[in-house]
T-cell receptor
Framework: EPEVTQTPSHQVTQMGQEVILRCVPISNHLYFYWYRQILGQKVEFLVSFYNNEISEKSEIFDDQFSVERPDGSNFTLKIRSTKLEDSAMYFC??????????????FGPGTRLTVT | AQSVTQPDIHITVSEGASLELRCNYSYGATPYLFWYVQSPGQGLQLLLKYFSGDTLVQGIKGFEAEFKRSQSSFNLRKPSVHWSDAAEYFCAVCGTSGTYKYIFGTGTRLKVLA
């Protein structure tokens, strides 16, 4: 069964450093998402991406965040200058865009980002 | 504002007992509804979903959920809990148009006593 993959599974970085979290969505999916979950809290929407542009972003997704689909398979989340409060689990998700199936998102296993 | 409420932060049940986890939503129209389970340090696993039709939906691992439009609720149930069901459970909604982003509840942590 196709699945969303994410790398790395765990990333440790120092405050102020740039990090790139990588995701490979399911191959025929066209909608892509990033969510984050701070330890012990709920999962929060960050951004959605469709047709090579951001379709919606939350207030969390400020100028230090960016997303990109650099090729036909990868979907990346970049945090330019990490802060301690960026420490969280980041989930990538993708969804199909055919005949009403677009609302079901398939989640990757997550990348745990630790900022020290 | 769109929101999902899971009133119970923690629930403890004995193995073999029945379980009901509550979920209420606030949304402009009837959204699509989901329940996910998350084991410690793990990702999100979809238990079940409701889009339309029969308001009682069956999921994996013996779970079911009932959509009640009049109460804006989508409660998760299981008739007999197993120790392996101990985990965190999240209710989520998404709109039926637009970007289909998910809005998650705060989660309910389930503890199962042997």
């Amino acid at each position: 069964e196709p699945e969303v993959t994410q790398t790395p599974s765990h990333q440790v970085t120092q405050m102020g450093q740039e990090v790139i979290l990588r995701c490979v969505p399911i191959s025929n999916h066209l909608y892509f998402y990033w969510y984050r979950q701070i330890l012990g809290q709920k999962v929060e929407f960050l951004v959605s991406f469709y047709n090579n542009e951001i379709s919606e972003k939350s207030e969390i997704f400020d100028d230090q965040f960016s997303v990109e689909r650099p090729d036909g398979s990868n979907f990346t989340l970049k945090i330019r200058s990490t802060k301690l409060e960026d420490s969280a689990m980041y989930f990538c998700a993708s969804s199909d865009w055919t005949s009403g199936a677009s609302y079901e998102q398939y989640f990757g296993p997550g990348t745990r980002l630790t900022v020290t | 504002a769109q929101s999902v409420t899971q009133p119970d932060i923690h629930i403890t049940v004995s193995e073999g007992a029945s379980l009901e986890l509550r979920c209420n939503y606030s949304y402009g129209a009837t959204p699509y509804l989901f329940w996910y389970v998350q084991s410690p340090g793990q990702g999100l696993q979809l238990l079940l979903k409701y889009f339309s039709g029969d308001t009682l939906v069956q999921g994996i691992k013996g779970f079911e959920a009932e959509f009640k439009r009049s109460q804006s609720s989508f409660n998760l149930r299981k008739p007999s809990v197993h120790w392996s069901d101990a985990a965190e459970y999240f209710c989520a909604v998404c709109g039926t148009s637009g970007t289909y982003k998910y809005i998650f509840g705060t989660g309910t942590r389930l503890k199962v006593l042997a």
